[in-house]
């Protein structure tokens, strides 16, 4: 499966940096279009990762849900949370490889979906 050959390393490193970047006030249309596109590539690579793991009989996962529809957010989280992947951290000046948390997980899925969102709906800022 590509998750474990290391396709999210590059899509995290994007993600994170332009967090760091916008946090700074520092955030170009070019930006702007490299996040939006790493972004709906973690979100698509989370339902598959989902869709191939998880299977309908999936209780754990799916009795949290009405009608067996598992949120986009929900999934990535998912994701982050079972595939290891590399992140930079300034303090050691290289890749770390991240286990993350479920509660980590989840607010990573969620700052993820919210700047998907927000570049969707806001256009440029």
């Not at 390393?9 to 700074?24: A, N, Y």
């Not at 079972?82 to 509660?103: G, I, N, Y």
């Amino acid at each position: 499966f590509l998750l474990d050959e290391g396709i999210l390393d590059p899509l995290m490193f994007i993600v994170s940096r332009v967090f760091e970047i916008t946090h700074r006030g520092q955030h170009s249309g070019h930006e702007r279009n490299h996040t939006k596109l790493a972004a709906n590539c973690l979100i698509t690579l989370g339902k598959a990762h989902c869709a191939a793991v998880h299977t309908e009989g999936d209780l754990m996962l799916m009795s949290l849900y009405e009608h067996g529809s598992v949120p986009e957010e929900r999934q990535l989280a998912q994701m982050l949370y079972e595939v290891p992947h590399h992140l930079w951290r300034k303090d050691v000046d290289s890749f770390v490889l991240q286990s993350a948390s479920m509660p980590a997980a989840e607010e990573m899925a969620g700052r993820i979906k919210q700047l998907l969102t927000n570049e969707l709906t806001n256009g440029e800022h």
